[in-house]
Nanobody, 115 residues
Framework: VQLVESGGGLVQPGGSLRLSCAASGFTFSRFAMSWYRQAPEKERELVARIDSAGGSTNYPDSVKGRFTISRDNAKNTVYLQINSLKPEDTAVYYC?????????WGQGTQVTVSS
């Protein structure tokens, strides 16, 4: 099983990024997918979730309106579009797959928002 995140980097405040997570080794279309982030000295937090079919999404209030999660089950890939980036969005962003008691994590991709 692999979840490989990409698309992170250094971006100026107000900018945008699109993160990708390529999945392999499991039946992607049966798993809900989520993005989490963890800033230095902070707990990992959920920032977006999408159900297995892609019909339902959830976001915490802190990112609602700026973050958009989507998935392409034909490509076994989940995306996170991040707009209007703020310095407080700086964190390592992790991809998560979950179905019942089965859960997988990626290694993370660093997003740094700084001028």
């Amino acid at each position: 099983v692999q979840l490989v995140e990409s698309g992170g980097g250094l971006v100026q405040p107000g900018g945008s990024l699109r993160l990708s997570c390529a999945a392999s080794g499991f039946t992607f279309s049966r798993f809900a997918m989520s993005w989490y982030r963890q800033a230095p000295e902070k707990e990992r937090e959920l920032v977006a979730r999408i159900d297995s079919a892609g019909g339902s999404t959830n976001y915490p209030d802190s990112v609602k309106g700026r973050f958009t999660i989507s998935r392409d089950n034909a490509k076994n890939t989940v995306y996170l579009q991040i707009n209007s980036l703020k310095p407080e969005d700086t964190a390592v962003y992790y991809c998560n797959a979950k179905r019942s008691w089965t859960e997988y994590w990626g290694q993370g991709t660093q997003v740094t928002v700084s001028s």
